[in-house]
């Protein structure tokens, strides 16, 4: 195991999972965290967060996870087939937010780092991640804040970054089967090693240091805000887009089943309560079929002003 890599990473994400559940606290007010520490079989393991049922959030799952063994799985070595094979270090912060109320967009953040080796050989590492915001009924200004603020980040590290990493977020949560976005997009990127160490490890900081800052204000904005049935219904159904997602376009989740991860751990990105309707569809100018219509189409939301 390379300790002068994994050390400051593993130190750097176990602080911000702990960073990140005290602020969701604080905004929820109600709920609390409950940790589960777990140990995989096969070299490991990571201790899983979950808030249930609190003022806020319905559910909200804050993991961190380090695994090793003798092989990388094949999701991870499907763009990179020359590590096949490799002893492999991998380690990592990943949430999802399911909030009570529709007005309250679900987020979803990961931060995460690899490192293959082999003897003889000089270990190749690489960092991934990025955040991304799916709202039920969105709001143009939240919409454009959350892009400003994934820019700002990225913008203080190196400014060629954010077109790059928001038209790969755009690319990578799309449900290919529906011809649809997840959501309104953020910030996504992959095999970051580019760059040095500590360059690329100042990268994935940015990321992890500006999503409560990102998100949170908009949760304050939208908490309180009443919802109907109606409003409740469809959050449920379009839920449904979250789960067809995790299960069969994340590379993520194929990973930690992959490698033999806990699988409470792996799907607990999943919403408590979801449900499908057949063919279902909006009423013709109606703030459901907006979601579709308008924030659901990628645009360059951080250069748009907020009237």
């Known amino acids: 195991m390379n300790d002068a890599y ?4 593993i130190a750097y994400f176990m602080d911000l999972q702990d960073r990140i559940c005290n602020q969701i606290e604080t905004v929820d007010k109600k709920g609390r965290f409950q940790q589960d520490r777990w140990q995989r079989e096969k070299g490991g393991g990571g201790r899983s967060r979950v808030l249930k049922n609190g ?3 319905e559910q909200a799952g804050v993991g961190f996870s380090h695994v090793y063994g003798e092989s990388l799985p094949d999701s991870a070595t499907a763009h990179r087939p020359e590590l096949a094979g490799r002893e492999f270090n991998a380690c990592g912060v990943s949430l999802v937010f ?3 109320n529709p007005h309250v967009p679900t987020v979803h953040m990961n931060v995460r780092f690899f490192i293959a080796e082999k003897d003889g050989h000089e270990p190749v590492w690489w960092f991934g991640g990025g955040f991304d915001l799916t709202p039920f009924y969105a709001v143009e200004g939240d919409v454009i804040e959350w892009h400003q603020k994934a820019k700002a980040a990225l913008d203080a590290v190196d400014e ?4 790059k990493y928001k038209p790969w977020c755009d690319d990578y949560f799309y449900l290919k089967h529906r011809n649809e976005a997840r959501g309104v997009g953020g910030i996504f990127f992959d095999d970051l090693n580019d760059r ?3 360059e690329a490890f100042a990268v994935v900081k940015a990321v992890g240091d500006a999503f409560c800052d990102a998100y949170c204000p ?6 309180e805000t009443p919802y109907t049935e109606q409003q409740r219904a469809f959050q449920l159904y379009r839920r449904g887009r979250y789960v067809e997602f995790n299960l069969v376009w994340d590379r993520g989740t194929l990973f930690g089943l992959q490698t033999g991860g ?4 792996i799907l607990m990105s999943m919403p408590p309560m979801v449900r499908w ?3 279902w569809q909006p009423q013709p100018d109606s703030a459901e079929a907006q979601l579709t219509e308008h924030f659901l189409i990628p645009r360059d939301w951080a250069a748009m002003a907020d009237d």
């Open 218 to 223: 908009i949760v304050e904005r939208r908490k």
């Open 277 to 279: 309707e057949y063919d």
């Open 262 to 265: 806990r699988t409470e751990s």
């Open 98 to 100: 399911h909030p009570k």
């Open 196 to 198: 040095s160490f500590e």
């Open 6 to 9: 994994l050390k400051p990473v």
């Open 160 to 163: 060629s970054l954010y077109p």
């Open 55 to 57: 003022a806020v959030f």
